[in-house]
Each structure stands twice: as structure tokens, then as C-alpha cells.
């Protein structure tokens, strides 16, 4: 075996051990709480702020595609290769080929996806969570429709869809500023990016992300400006250092309840009204369709424009892109896949009820 082709065994080797290692990590949420999450993490996320943090367009998405269209390359190259018999040379495109995605996948976890084997935020908040009630369910879920169909009479989301940019502005600085998980979220790296393209990420149904190679956080400006505020705090949670897709909605809603602008209010009361709601639906259908015919014909005027919105980019490639993202999130301890975003309820019911003082 050729030298070069040694060391590129060696090479997988090592990536080997090490992604072994971070199998072995993952199954101690404490350690990764206090050593990854509230220690290594919260250093580094200083290094992505420094390289590409004061970059105004997204790096994370010429990133993917740079990788996409390597790998493309490679394949073509080995087929080739494979087809005139180069077989040294197919061995070796192999192991480059392997390579490349073992490195990416170990510096997948190290530089943010251990964040997804941390300790719940419902035992860093202190909320209890296994004995919520469907009549507390009801009472939280009777105020946040009142409070969703007060707030929409003092709003005209119109108003908002030329202020985009100063949103997101607004809300990066909110969320730097935000004091409220400080003990446990990172704050090297807040602020939040709009895709290189937000209508090709709509075509794979997709409101905002977050990179974990680059970390910038991504909104889709292109959707109803209504669900804008909501998602851009979601994905800093993301940023911060949370993984859990439930967490992220549940900090998206705990941060713009408190905040002094009336439409990000709205917005935050607004998902987490239609969450509540589908989850109620989802138990007790009937229940719920009474409880959604509370709301407000301008609050449904605005459901119906997000309907509309994704209604025009629904195809394979968002039926393609659901299935990936339910594997990937399973794969990563959420093994409730996609529905996994619903369980934000819970974390508002039990915070509503020690609020309250219920609890």
C-alpha cells in the first residue's frame, strides 16, 4: 500500500476512535452540561462571531453548497475511475470520499451537536413536566387565546413586511441583552442571518435553521412577516446552545412575552397558541376545533396567509427534505423526530403554572 494511501487509513482511524469517543460522551448529560455546554461552548462560540459573524451574508449556505457540489465531483471522478479500471486510484477517491465525511461528522458534534445530549432545560428551569393536567392545559390555553386575539387589535402585521431587517436587528440585540437563561446559554455568538436565498430554502419548507459548521443562525425572510419574530429567537436559542427543538420554541416564547414591542408579543402568544391548539386537536378533536373557533377573524386572516404562503412551495422536495430532517432529528436523541416541536407545550404549560404560582 502506497504511503499516502496509509495515512489516509490512518486518518479514518483516528476518526474512528474519535467518533467512538463522542458516542461514549453522549450517554453523560451532565458531564456535557457543565464541561461542553456551559464550558467549552460558550469559548468557542467566540471563534465563529470573529471569522464569520460581521459577515452580512450567509457563509453557512456557500458552505453546504461547496460541499454538495465536492462530493458530486468526487463521486463522478470515482465512477470514472471504477469504469477504466483505475482501481488505485478508486481506492484512494474512496478514502478521501470517507474521510470528508467522517471529519465533517466529528466536527458536527464537536463544535455544536453535543448541545443535543446536554441536561433538559425543564431541570435547568426547575419545571415539573410529568403531571400536567388537561384542565391547567385548558385554563393557560383559555388566556393565551384571549391575550392572542387582544394583542392582533393593536397590530397590523402589513405594517411590518417592510421592516424585515430592523426586526432582526431588534431581536439579536434582545436576545444579547436577555438575562433570563444566561446561567446556562452561551453568549459568544448571538445574531441571526437571512439565507442566501430565503425562496429556494422555502421550497424545501423550511422557516429558519441554524449551522452548526459556521454557526449562523438563518430566518426565511421570504414567509409572512407574522411568524418572523418567533423564528428568529428560536434559531438564536439554537445558536446559544440548545438542541432540542421543543427548548428553542419555548425560549423563542418565554423572551418575546416579555418584550416591550406588541407585535413580537403577538407573534409569540400566535405559535404558541397554534401549538397548543393542535396538540388539543390532535387529543380531542372536537375540544379543539371549539377552542380554534375562538380566535379572532384577523387572527385566522393571518393563519391563513402562512397556509397560503407554504401551500406554494409544497412538492417532493419538502416531502424529501421532511423525511431527512424527522431521520436527523431522531438520530440526534429526538426520537420524537418532527413532532418533536410540539412538545414546547408542556414546557409552557409547567413555566405558566409556577408563574402562577400552580406550582
Known amino acids: 500500500m502506497e504511503k499516502r494511501n496509509k495515512m489516509a487509513v490512518f486518518t479514518a482511524v483516528l476518526f474512528l476512535i474519535g467518533i467512538f469517543l463522542i458516542s461514549l460522551i453522549e450517554k453523560n448529560s451532565q458531564w456535557i452540561e457543565t464541561f461542553y455546554a456551559r464550558g467549552f461552548y460558550r469559548l468557542y462560540g467566540y471563534v465563529p462571531r470573529i471569522v464569520f459573524g460581521y459577515i452580512p451574508f450567509s457563509i453557512g449556505d456557500l458552505f453546504y453548497a461547496a460541499v454538495v457540489i465536492f462530493l458530486f465531483y468526487l463521486a463522478v471522478k470515482l465512477i470514472g475511475n471504477l469504469w477504466k479500471g483505475r482501481w488505485k486510484n478508486s481506492f484512494r477517491s474512496v478514502l478521501f470520499i470517507i474521510n470528508l465525511l467522517l471529519g465533517l461528522y466529528l466536527f458536527f458534534y464537536l463544535s455544536w451537536g453535543l448541545n443535543y445530549y446536554r441536561k433538559p432545560i425543564s431541570t435547568n428551569v426547575q419545571l415539573q413536566v410529568d403531571s400536567l393536567k388537561l384542565a391547567d392545559y385548558l385554563v393557560v390555553l383559555n388566556g393565551f387565546l384571549d391575550s392572542t386575539n387582544t394583542l392582533r387589535e393593536t397590530v397590523e402585521p402589513s405594517q411590518w413586511d417592510e421592516h424585515k431587517d430592523s426586526i432582526q436587528e431588534d431581536l439579536n440585540k434582545w436576545v444579547g441583552q436577555d438575562t433570563t437563561f444566561a446561567d446556562f446559554l452561551s453568549s459568544g455568538h448571538i445574531g441571526a442571518k437571512s439565507p442566501l436565498n430565503s425562496r429556494i430554502v422555502s421550497l424545501f ?10 454557526h449562523e443562525a438563518q430566518v426565511n425572510k421570504a414567509m409572512p412577516v407574522t411568524f418572523l419574530p418567533f423564528t428568529t429567537v428560536h434559531e438564536l436559542a439554537h445558536q446559544q446552545g440548545i438542541g432540542f427543538e421543543d427548548e428553542a420554541n ?19 402568544y400566535l405559535q404558541t397558541t397554534l401549538y397548543m391548539l393542535r396538540e388539543l386537536q390532535g387529543m380531542y378533536p372536537d375540544l379543539g376545533k371549539d377552542y380554534k373557533g375562538r380566535l ?10 402562512e397556509r397560503y404562503f407554504w401551500s406554494q412551495y409544497t412538492g417532493w422536495v419538502d416531502d424529501v427534505m421532511g423525511i431527512f430532517y424527522n431521520q436527523y432529528l431522531k438520530h440526534n436523541n429526538q426520537q420524537e423526530g418532527i413532532a418533536r416541536y410540539d412538545r414546547m407545550t408542556r414546557l409552557v404549560l409547567a413555566y405558566e403554572l409556577k408563574r402562577r404560582g400552580c406550582k
Open 205 to 214: 419548507g423550511v422557516s429558519g435553521y441554524f449551522n452548526p459548521f459556521t
Open 296 to 305: 379572532s377573524a384577523k387572527v385566522l386572516n393571518d393563519m391563513e396567509k
Open 250 to 268: 419555548f425560549i423563542a416564547f418565554v423572551r418575546l412575552q416579555q418584550h416591550p414591542q406588541t407585535f413580537y408579543r403577538y407573534s409569540a
